[in-house]
């Protein structure tokens, strides 16, 4: 897989994770605010296990985050990359 340029690139210094807990925005807040960038995520995670595409890196999260009750559905977007939902089953 080749990497993007021009207009198809993805700056992840521009984008915003969104989190909505049953459609209600919890959390917004940019990617620039990650103490290790996703290259350098990417870099040691690799150096443990083979990452293969489709994988989920879960990296903490910033302010916000509150209780979750079962049934509760999370959607966990970044604008250019998609979105991952999940419904909690206790």
């Keep these: 897989m080749g990497r993007a340029s021009g207009a198809d690139a993805f700056d992840w210094r521009s984008a915003n994770v969104v989190t909505m807990l049953d459609g209600v925005e919890w959390q917004n807040y940019p990617l620039d605010d990650m103490i290790f960038s996703p290259a350098e995520q990417l870099s040691l995670l690799s150096q443990d296990m083979t990452l293969v595409p489709g994988d989920v ?3 903490g999260t910033s302010i916000g985050v509150g209780s979750i009750k079962d049934g509760a559905r999370v959607d966990v977007s970044i604008a250019g990359i998609g979105t991952l939902s999940n ?4």
């Design 57 to 59: 890196i879960a990296c």
């Design 87 to 90: 419904v909690l089953e206790a």
